[in-house]
């Protein structure tokens, strides 16, 4: 019965990727933490998790590869594994976003705390949602709620342009609190970056359900 | 002569995605020129090519598809069409951003021009290097080269953190320029990001050519 084998080596290729998801939300939620709580010990944890994710990452790779070319998956299977790929592409760019965080909060540290008007907090939890909604439409193959995250994007998209300009015109006001500031700006950047790439992990779901690509369809913030 | 067809069609994959670089390439240039001669023109030039290179985006991606759906490729062919699909996608985000290299020159030309100590005539230089070679050694299936663009990563690295700092310095000596020192900022990282792309096209020409996948046995930067 070489199908059943098949299809058990798809369910373990997509626990292996579901494994990396966490990992990745993991790194957003404990560089977000680390930057409300100004606590250097959970930059070094997000750093820890980086390796844990490269790891996880070239494992899903190495599997989604073994099933392409040990079997010849057709249509519909074969769609799901390319998403895979995809999919983990863009969760090991959120690992990558999520170190930026951390290494911006690093250096935040170590000037005087500023209070600065990003909300950090809120963008942080938006962008983890979209994640998990993301991960949900391709548990439950459902292209719905694929939709859903990529009307999200948005909403942090206003968040971020919101954030960077009152930062600008902190640094206009306040020019001792610059350099504090300008690592708002770049967190801020980053949120909408993850932000992005849980768009890109809800298009790469409705290729995989529907085997329409949206990506280009729909505008996806690129800068 | 099934597999001669089939070597056919990997020619033309390999011939559309050569097509897909000259697009980014043309894009980082634009969006280089028209930052350094403040031309709202080459901007809008860019944001056309943007169309053009999402088209060519999706049109190698399906064909890779295909390829993938119809023919059971082995070993060296499927990794050599996997390498495809992830370079295509490292091409787009050379395209994403470089679009927004031009968005932030066009946000720089609503205010005076300012002498900002950031090369970005240089950096640009050195990223259209990187990726230049970066095809090149996918052309010659040549792994060397391909290391050779990943040590090349780290001048641009080093050019963005001297740009940052010297930017940094001039928003607290002159908060008039903010703006423009801050689209500096952002304009210095995107030449930095699109050099991390040449670098991971770089290996996954390696991982094309020796099987091998090397993106996390290297420290590409990920900032």
Redesign the interface.
């Known amino acids: 019965m070489p199908r059943i084998h098949f299809h058990q080596q798809l369910d373990a290729l997509k626990d292996k990727l579901l494994a990396m998801a966490a990992l990745s939300q993991q790194a957003v939620q404990a560089a977000v933490d680390a930057y409300l709580q100004r606590d250097p010990g959970l930059c070094q944890y997000v750093r820890d998790n980086?390796a844990a994710i490269?790891?996880a990452?070239?494992e899903v790779?190495?599997m989604a590869?073994e099933l392409?070319?040990k079997e010849?998956p057709?249509?519909i299977d074969?769609?799901f594994i390319?998403s895979v790929?995809?999919i983990n592409?863009d969760l090991e760019r959120i690992g990558?976003q999520s170190?930026?965080i951390a290494?911006r909060t690093l250096d935040l540290l170590e000037y005087e705390s500023a209070d600065l008007p990003v909300d950090v907090g809120g963008m942080g939890e938006v962008a983890s949602r979209m994640i998990r909604t993301a991960i949900q439409a391709l548990l439950d193959a459902d292209a719905l709620v694929a939709e859903s995250v990529m009307t999200m994007d948005d909403e942090i998209d206003r968040m971020n342009r919101v954030a960077r300009s009152g930062l600008?015109g902190v640094?206009?006001e306040t020019?001792?609190v610059?350099?504090q500031a300008?690592n708002g700006?770049?967190i801020s950047?980053s949120l909408e970056r993850i932000a992005d790439h849980a768009s890109n992990i809800a298009a790469d779901v409705i290729f995989w359900v529907r085997g329409a690509?949206v990506?280009?369809q729909l505008s996806l913030a690129?800068?």
């Open positions: 980086e490269n790891l990452h070239r790779d190495e590869y392409l070319a010849q057709m249509a074969l769609r390319l790929i995809k592409s990558d170190m930026g290494r600008i640094i206009q020019p001792d610059t350099i300008l700006i770049l950047r690509d990506r280009h690129v800068d």
